[in-house]
């Protein structure tokens, strides 16, 4: 990799980085340790995902909600080449 292609690749990685942080500070401005429902959300979900022990350890999935929106994180398993996202919000009949 060119030294050009490594400095751009830095950029836009700090630059990611910085909005996903300024949705976090967001949530916590709004709500401070957690907007109301927050906690029994971020409850569901984990325990949605402990269900699937291909999501526990080593390719451990973790789940973080901030002002109803989840953040998901983890890693996979080695020589994982691609991570697909196809996760939705069901449709809850409205």
């Keep these: 990799m060119t030294p050009h ?3 751009a690749l830095l950029a836009l990685s700090t630059v990611l980085a ?3 942080g300024c949705a976090d ?3 916590y401005r709004k ?3 957690g907007c109301p429902g927050d ?3 971020n409850a569901s979900v984990t325990a949605l995902l402990a269900q699937h022990r291909a999501l526990a350890a080593p390719n451990q999935v ?4 901030l002002d109803r929106v989840v953040y998901l994180t983890g890693q996979v398993a080695p020589g994982v080449l ?3 996202d196809n996760i939705a ?3 809850a009949g409205r």
């Design 5 to 7: 292609k490594l400095l």
């Design 18 to 20: 910085g909005l996903c």
């Design 25 to 27: 500070y967001a949530a």
């Design 31 to 33: 709500c401070g340790s």
């Design 39 to 41: 906690a029994e959300l």
């Design 62 to 65: 973790y789940a973080r909600t």
């Design 82 to 84: 691609r991570v697909v």
């Design 89 to 91: 919000i069901s449709y």
